[in-house]
């Protein structure tokens, strides 16, 4: 990139910078230390700022650059991504949104303990929203890393390197100091400019093909390489059974597990009712809904303005095509009109990304300290100190996703959020459809779901050809993988349920019949929720 991109990008990204951290510093003032303050903002949003809140969350790096960039490279299979994003919020609204916001008070663990008060269900419950955390920070955090090498230089490893360190930095300055309040403002602008650019480049995409969608996607069939295959169902997917089981696998993990994502679940408590929580998601669905139909177009449109052969020498996962399209719209390289396009573009993805870090890491932090710190430790502390852990647990986490950002930057966004998914969907959304929904549901059976759903995700990537054996694995020269699938969900959902089944009736203990009515009572009336 020329000296004029890098300098106008730096210089928004700097912009961002210092609005956020304003909005940091003016809440961080007003504040007054408890605990429903830090964690949920003092559930004082509305639906609409809550559901643009959920939105910029939501819409994270792995949306905006990881799903164009497979679209660029893959075509049809790479579409399964927005699809799979999207129907999963039919899922949240149906079953998990309004209950979840009447039986919870600030984390997914609260649903739980809502019908059954063991320390050990709320640990497990815990560990595998912070494990889920993690995850889902690692890409968002990659993401990074690839735009702003691209940005100074292409692939320059110091950049992509400080670049991550510097954004796990500010992470741990937004939740330390703002706590949710801070982070949904913070969303709420994000989501705007994640909204404004998209709408930019999809317009400018149609116009240069004159309205015509069907000529944008014959460009992108010749100019992929694969001709007329790259608008057909396989390219990916389709070469054997096993590309067609791991199809299956990743669309079970991504249209069940956002209704196990620990930040997402956490931003229902910032409302003030349930009903709110409910007209929440049904704002962010309009917004998520269009946002996604938009990165069909723009991926379509990097394979057929920029070259999926380009997208790949610029980054061998796709994660810059967004970037590279904006500069082509623009003008081309060495244009003003590219090079403002490109630096806006690339503003708005890394403010997306500092965005969704920071929802992230609080909703982790919040699991450390209000679910394992309050269990383990000190049972009968005041609010005031498991803040405090909580802002500790930010650093923590921070400085693990960093660390392991680092290990894993040559894997797409998009995809990773597809394992972090997997591993929700896994983990998280068996023990809370069993909590709300079954009636002889026991401590037991809670946690073998969590651990039976955990465990074996975990075990299955770990021994996947993510890790080793693949061209693109995390370890080369090496192959242990005896697990043929890239996504676990396959396997691993299924596993979280029929553990849980097996746990509750191999049990002893008697389900307590008058607490599942109580907690029924007050998932669907509301009645006495926090």
């Given at each position: 990139m020329s000296s004029n991109h890098e300098t106008l990008a730096l210089l928004l990204f700097s912009a961002f910078v210092v609005v956020t951290l304003g909005i940091t510093t003016w809440v961080s003032r007003n504040r007054h230390g408890s605990a429903e303050e830090f964690y949920a903002g003092g559930r004082l949003f509305t639906p609409m700022e809550n559901g643009f809140a959920i939105a910029g969350d939501y819409m994270?790096?792995?949306s905006f650059l990881g799903i164009a960039g497979l679209i660029a490279l893959v075509g049809y299979d790479g579409v399964l991504y927005s699809v799979g994003f999207l129907v999963a919020w039919l899922v949240v609204l149906l079953l998990v949104a309004e209950l979840v916001r009447n039986c919870g008070r600030f984390t997914l663990a609260d649903v739980v303990a809502a019908r059954m008060s063991a320390p050990k269900l709320?640990?497990?419950?815990?560990?595998?929203?912070?494990?889920?955390?993690?995850?889902?920070?690692?890409?968002?955090?990659?993401g990074a890393g690839s735009l702003v090498a691209l940005l100074l230089g292409g692939t320059s490893g110091a950049a992509r390197v400080w670049t991550v360190i510097g954004v796990g930095a500010l992470m741990i300055i937004y939740v330390s100091f703002g706590g949710m309040r801070a982070t949904t403002w913070i969303q709420i602008v994000k989501a705007v400019l994640l909204l404004a650019g998209a709408v930019t480049l999809t317009v400018l995409v149609l116009l240069r093909f004159h309205g015509d969608v069907n000529q944008l996607l014959k460009s992108a069939a010749e100019r992929?390489?694969?001709?007329?295959?790259?608008?057909?169902?396989?390219?990916?997917?389709g070469g054997s059974w096993i590309s067609r089981f791991d199809f299956i696998s990743l669309g079970l993990a991504l249209v069940l597990g956002t209704a196990g994502l620990p930040h997402i679940l956490s931003r229902f408590y910032t409302v003030p009712?349930?009903?709110?929580?409910?007209?929440?998601?049904?704002?962010?669905?309009?917004?998520?809904?269009a946002f996604y139909l938009m990165t069909i177009i723009l991926g379509f449109g990097a394979a057929a303005l920029v070259g999926s052969d380009a997208v790949r020498r610029s980054n061998a996962a796709g994660n810059t095509a967004i970037p590279l399209l904006a500069l082509d719209l623009g003008g081309g390289e060495n244009s003003a009109g590219g090079t403002i396009l490109f630096a806006v573009v690339a503003a708005v993805a890394f403010a997306t990304i500092l965005a969704v870090v920071a929802g992230i890491t609080l909703a982790s932090s919040a699991s450390v300290a209000h679910d394992l710190y309050a269990t383990l430790h000190r049972p009968g502390r005041k609010q005031r100190s498991e803040v405090a852990v909580a802002r500790l647990a930010a650093v923590g986490i921070g400085v693990l996703a960093i660390a392991l950002s680092l290990l894993v930057s040559n894997l797409n966004v998009a995809f990773l959020v597809g394992?972090?998914?997997?591993?929700?969907?896994?983990?998280?959304?068996?023990?809370?459809?069993?909590?709300?929904f079954w009636?002889?549901?026991?401590?037991?059976?809670?946690?073998?779901?969590?651990?039976?759903?955990?465990v074996p995700a975990l075990l299955l990537v770990l021994f996947s050809p993510v890790v080793s054996g693949g061209p693109n694995s995390i370890v080369s020269g090496v192959d242990f993988h005896l697990f043929p699938l890239e996504n676990p969900g396959l396997v691993s959902i299924p596993l979280g349920f029929l553990f849980g089944w097996i746990g509750t009736v191999t049990s002893k203990e008697t389900p307590d019949e008058a607490k599942h009515a109580e907690t029924e009572v007050r998932s669907l009336t509301g009645a006495g929720a926090v």
């Amino acid at each position: 990139m020329s000296s004029n991109h890098e300098t106008l990008a730096l210089l928004l990204f700097s912009a961002f910078v210092v609005v956020t951290l304003g909005i940091t510093t003016w809440v961080s003032r007003n504040r007054h230390g408890s605990a429903e303050e830090f964690y949920a903002g003092g559930r004082l949003f509305t639906p609409m700022e809550n559901g643009f809140a959920i939105a910029g969350d939501y819409m994270s790096a792995a949306s905006f650059l990881g799903i164009a960039g497979l679209i660029a490279l893959v075509g049809y299979d790479g579409v399964l991504y927005s699809v799979g994003f999207l129907v999963a919020w039919l899922v949240v609204l149906l079953l998990v949104a309004e209950l979840v916001r009447n039986c919870g008070r600030f984390t997914l663990a609260d649903v739980v303990a809502a019908r059954m008060s063991a320390p050990k269900l709320r640990v497990a419950s815990g560990a595998a929203s912070v494990t889920v955390s993690v995850l889902y920070l690692v890409a968002q955090m990659v993401g990074a890393g690839s735009l702003v090498a691209l940005l100074l230089g292409g692939t320059s490893g110091a950049a992509r390197v400080w670049t991550v360190i510097g954004v796990g930095a500010l992470m741990i300055i937004y939740v330390s100091f703002g706590g949710m309040r801070a982070t949904t403002w913070i969303q709420i602008v994000k989501a705007v400019l994640l909204l404004a650019g998209a709408v930019t480049l999809t317009v400018l995409v149609l116009l240069r093909f004159h309205g015509d969608v069907n000529q944008l996607l014959k460009s992108a069939a010749e100019r992929s390489g694969h001709g007329m295959d790259f608008l057909n169902p396989g390219l990916q997917y389709g070469g054997s059974w096993i590309s067609r089981f791991d199809f299956i696998s990743l669309g079970l993990a991504l249209v069940l597990g956002t209704a196990g994502l620990p930040h997402i679940l956490s931003r229902f408590y910032t409302v003030p009712t349930a009903r709110a929580a409910r007209r929440s998601v049904v704002w962010s669905i309009g917004l998520i809904g269009a946002f996604y139909l938009m990165t069909i177009i723009l991926g379509f449109g990097a394979a057929a303005l920029v070259g999926s052969d380009a997208v790949r020498r610029s980054n061998a996962a796709g994660n810059t095509a967004i970037p590279l399209l904006a500069l082509d719209l623009g003008g081309g390289e060495n244009s003003a009109g590219g090079t403002i396009l490109f630096a806006v573009v690339a503003a708005v993805a890394f403010a997306t990304i500092l965005a969704v870090v920071a929802g992230i890491t609080l909703a982790s932090s919040a699991s450390v300290a209000h679910d394992l710190y309050a269990t383990l430790h000190r049972p009968g502390r005041k609010q005031r100190s498991e803040v405090a852990v909580a802002r500790l647990a930010a650093v923590g986490i921070g400085v693990l996703a960093i660390a392991l950002s680092l290990l894993v930057s040559n894997l797409n966004v998009a995809f990773l959020v597809g394992l972090a998914f997997a591993v929700a969907a896994s983990a998280n959304l068996p023990v809370l459809l069993y909590s709300l929904f079954w009636r002889r549901f026991t401590t037991r059976g809670g946690v073998w779901s969590v651990y039976g759903g955990l465990v074996p995700a975990l075990l299955l990537v770990l021994f996947s050809p993510v890790v080793s054996g693949g061209p693109n694995s995390i370890v080369s020269g090496v192959d242990f993988h005896l697990f043929p699938l890239e996504n676990p969900g396959l396997v691993s959902i299924p596993l979280g349920f029929l553990f849980g089944w097996i746990g509750t009736v191999t049990s002893k203990e008697t389900p307590d019949e008058a607490k599942h009515a109580e907690t029924e009572v007050r998932s669907l009336t509301g009645a006495g929720a926090v």
